[in-house]
């Protein structure tokens, strides 16, 4: 880099053999080489599959790309780590390999459940009549017994039946 004086700063991005010629007042020369060696710096990974959970349930985060590894939050120092977040939740990667190290964040989504609630009009039938089912809170609905489908069916039971919807909201 023909730098001049006494001390130089460099900032290589391979490992380089560095080349000083010292000329003292009598004019003698003389050279020294030092070699500066680089690491490469940690290139860190996060899988997780699925990137987005219902609340209520988990997921695995894996880790990949150094030799040692620290979550945040948390401090684990595992290379996975089984997480249950309830709200989105910034996970922080911190790897080394050797002296070199980096980091890395990864935002977990938690999708909330649909919270459906049931009426039935009139509750109680005589045989033979009918009665209608009435979900609300979610997008789409699938009762049992019968797997029909929609936020209001119309049912005529011959005995007592307890009927249950699952509601599906957007995620």
Known sequence: GNLIGTNVTVTPTATTV???TGTNASGCTSTKTV??????????????????IFRG?????????????TWLPGGS?????????TVN?????LGNSGNCSSSKTFTLVVRPLPNVTIL???PVICKGASTTLLANGA???TW???SLTGNTVVVSPSVTTIYTVTGANIF
Request: charged share 0%; no cysteine.
């Open 35 to 52: 070699s500066i060696l680089v690491l490469p710096t940690p290139t860190l990974t996060i899988v997780s599959s699925p990137t987005a």
């Open 144 to 146: 049992n017994p019968g």
């Open 77 to 85: 120092t595992a290379t996975s780590i089984v997480v249950s977040p």
């Open 139 to 141: 997008n789409s609905y």
């Open 120 to 122: 039935a009009l009139p």
């Open 57 to 69: 349930s988990s997921v695995t985060l894996t880790a990949s790309g150094a030799t040692n590894y």
């Open 89 to 93: 939740t910034i996970y922080t990667l």
């Open 18 to 20: 560095y080349t000083v």
